[in-house]
């Protein structure tokens, strides 16, 4: 019996000391609110011709005079904000220096006219065209290149 009495004290003390938590319960982590994801404008992959592009193993073309008009004709369809284009030529006799650049021209046509002036005569030049989507943060970027040279 005496052991008995001992139990019974010994489970009633477990019983006791333990609770079941009552007061207030933790409260969960907060999660950082969530954003909605941004959406990149998708630009359709542009595609352009110069009529001036000699093409082939050996694109230099050769002007007809120290004013060359050439076209850009964008066959692709255009980016939503349209494109910039950019014309430049090097003289590669004279440490690639610039003789002639458009400089950053928008436009939302197809069909692009540029006047190419001065081309110094005697000299092989190089003709770049870069075309790119003017929406923000687009990579949607391509570049021509070919020679040009005035007898």
């Keep these: 019996m005496k052991y008995s009495r001992i139990l019974f004290i010994c489970i009633l ?3 006791t000391s333990c609770s079941k938590g009552g007061g207030t319960s933790p ?11 941004t959406t990149t404008l998708s630009d359709p992959t542009i595609v352009f011709a110069v009529d001036i592009d000699p093409g082939g193993a050996t694109p230099i073309f050769k002007a007809l ?14 980016p939503t904000n349209g494109v910039i284009i950019k014309v430049t030529v090097t003289n590669d ?5 610039t003789v002639y650049t458009s400089g950053d021209v928008p436009s939302s046509k197809s ?9 110094p005569k005697g000299a092989l030049c190089t003709t770049t065209i ?3 989507s003017a929406n ?3 990579t949607n970027i391509v570049e021509r290149k070919f020679g040009l040279y005035l007898f």
């Design 13 to 15: 003390f477990a019983f």
């Design 93 to 97: 006799n004279n440490n690639n220096q």
């Design 65 to 78: 005079g120290p004013s060359q008009p050439m076209v850009v004709n964008i066959s692709s369809a255009l």
């Design 27 to 37: 409260t969960p982590p907060t999660q950082p609110p969530t954003t909605p994801p």
């Design 130 to 132: 870069l075309v790119k």
């Design 111 to 119: 069909s692009n006219s540029f006047t190419i002036n001065p081309i």
């Design 136 to 138: 923000p943060n687009s």
